[in-house]
């Protein structure tokens, strides 16, 4: 029994996960309909009854630059995605593009959650369906590219090969993405998740992490979330997964500020590596806050919800790079910095790097400006931000 994603012009098709209470996520058209395996598809409701969530209150409004001229452009908490996404960007080939990811999102979340876990893997098991969840995650956001219309190449951590999506060079995109960041946690119910980042046309080498036009992450945890960021659009955005299968605007975050809550990955370098050795013992002595999953999606998304912080991930001669600039560090340096705060490779902005092969690997911190000086001065003697002023409100 396959598992597809359908998406198309004006609507998106998927399994229905739904309850008593819920309706169909979508109305396809009349030409559409569901492959053999959505039918039946049944679970009990994600959250219960549907979330409550505060009244639209407008934000505050913020000016986006377009041709040289200055509009106000608004959003709204309590906006749908699709609402969202009309303020947010006039290209209506990354609207589409944002919106069948979103819809894969769902699907996975639904699939993480109904995973069997024995000692060696996690699998789903519907009809005669045996996969790896990260495997079929894998496989659902390919799904989900090549049928939004406007996805040219595609690629993935578990597939590192350029896939042709049937999409136009021109006025299209590429994606690459990592679809189950976390996999291995998985079976202990740790918080895990999707990420990916999208560039135009049809170069995923040869670019920098500036050069994309979107990333986001699928957060799949207690509660399941879509956090995006558009290029030269204000701030990054987190939707709600919502009990009838909508998302919803619940946050945006413009702004990183101080905060002692520290996130170190790939504490083993400490060992051959003197100077992380010496930042990781400075935040054990300035008595910051330790919140660390193993899971990067979640470790560095913390940063954007409490807008504080910082995660690192940093290399030594026997402890390399295993983090990939294409797929999780480039993508997650977007979502950051749309957000006010900083990325650093210990000298540069990780936007700033050119990715050169798709495996290209690289270490990285994340966070408030302040703790990025911090970080590239105790690693490596100055800071490229030292000269920039900041308010210190730890």
């Known amino acids: 029994?396959?598992?597809?994603?359908?998406?198309?012009?004006?609507?998106?098709?998927?399994?229905?996960?739904?309850?008593?209470?819920?309706?169909?996520?979508?109305?396809?058209?009349?030409?559409?309909?569901?492959?053999s395996s959505f039918k039946g598809l049944k679970s009990s409701s994600i959250f219960g009854d549907s979330l409550r969530v505060a009244p639209?209150?407008?934000?505050?409004?913020?000016?986006?630059?377009?041709?040289?001229?200055?509009s106000v452009t608004k959003c709204e908490i309590g906006q749908s995605l699709e609402e969202f996404l009309t303020q947010a960007t006039p290209d209506k080939?990354?609207?589409?593009?944002?919106?069948?990811?979103?819809?894969?999102?769902?699907?996975?979340?639904?699939?993480?959650?109904?995973?069997?876990?024995?000692?060696?893997?996690?699998?789903?098991?519907?009809?005669d369906e045996q996969l790896a969840v990260d495997m079929l995650a894998d496989k659902l956001l390919f799904e989900a590219l090549q049928y939004s219309h406007v996805c040219k190449y595609a690629c993935s951590e578990e597939v590192p090969e350029l896939q042709d999506m049937g999409g136009p060079v021109e006025g299209g995109f590429s994606v690459a993405f990592d679809p189950l960041d976390g996999s291995s946690i998985v079976d202990?119910?740790?918080?895990?998740?999707?990420?990916?980042?999208?560039?135009?046309?049809?170069?995923?080498?040869?670019?920098?992490?500036?050069?994309?036009v979107a990333a986001a992450m699928g957060i799949y945890g207690p509660r399941?979330?879509?956090?995006?960021?558009?290029?030269?659009?204000?701030?990054?955005h987190e939707f709600l997964l919502l009990d009838e299968g909508k998302w919803q605007h619940v946050k945006e975050t413009t702004e990183i500020n101080e905060g002692k809550m520290f996130s170190p990955g790939n504490l083993r370098a400490t060992f051959d590596n003197s100077e992380y050795s010496?930042?990781?013992?400075?935040?054990?002595?300035?008595?910051?806050?330790?919140?660390?999953?193993?899971?990067?999606v979640p470790d560095?998304?913390?940063?954007?919800?409490?807008?504080?912080?910082?995660?690192?991930?940093?290399?030594?001669?026997?402890?390399?790079a295993k983090l990939r600039l294409l797929f999780e560090v480039?993508?997650?340096?977007?979502?950051?910095?749309?957000?006010?705060?900083?990325?650093?490779?210990?000298?540069?902005?990780?936007?700033?790097?050119?990715?050169?092969?798709?495996?290209?690997?690289?270490?990285?911190?994340?966070?408030?400006k302040n703790e990025i000086i911090r970080f590239e001065e105790t690693l490596y003697g100055t800071s490229r931000l030292k000269n920039v002023a900041v308010e210190v409100t730890a």
Not at 56 to 70: E, H, I, V
Request: aromatic share 8%; glycine share 12%.
């Open 93 to 127: 080939g990354l609207r589409t593009l944002l919106m069948c990811m979103g819809e894969a999102l769902r699907t996975i979340a639904f699939k993480v959650r109904t995973a069997s876990c024995g000692g060696t893997a996690c699998v789903n098991s519907f009809g």
């Open 300 to 320: 560095v998304n913390q940063i954007i919800v409490k807008e504080k912080g910082i995660f690192t991930n940093v290399t030594s001669p026997t402890a390399k």
């Open 330 to 368: 480039a993508p997650l340096g977007l979502l950051i910095e749309n957000a006010g705060g900083f990325s650093s490779d210990g000298h540069n902005s990780v936007l700033d790097k050119t990715i050169v092969n798709l495996d290209d690997r690289t270490q990285v911190a994340y966070g408030s």
């Open 56 to 70: 639209r209150s407008q934000l505050k409004a913020t000016k986006a630059k377009s041709n040289g001229a200055s």
């Open 224 to 236: 399941t979330t879509y956090v995006l960021a558009i290029k030269g659009f204000p701030g990054t």
């Open 1 to 35: 029994m396959e598992t597809s994603v359908t998406c198309y012009s004006h609507g998106i098709l998927l399994p229905r996960v739904s309850s008593q209470r819920s309706s169909s996520l979508v109305s396809p058209p009349s030409s559409f309909s569901a492959s």
């Open 188 to 212: 202990t119910n740790f918080t895990v998740g999707t990420i990916f980042g999208v560039w135009p046309g049809d170069k995923l080498t040869g670019v920098t992490g500036g050069d994309q």
């Open 278 to 296: 010496k930042l990781i013992d400075y935040y054990v002595k300035e008595k910051y806050t330790l919140r660390y999953t193993g899971g990067m």
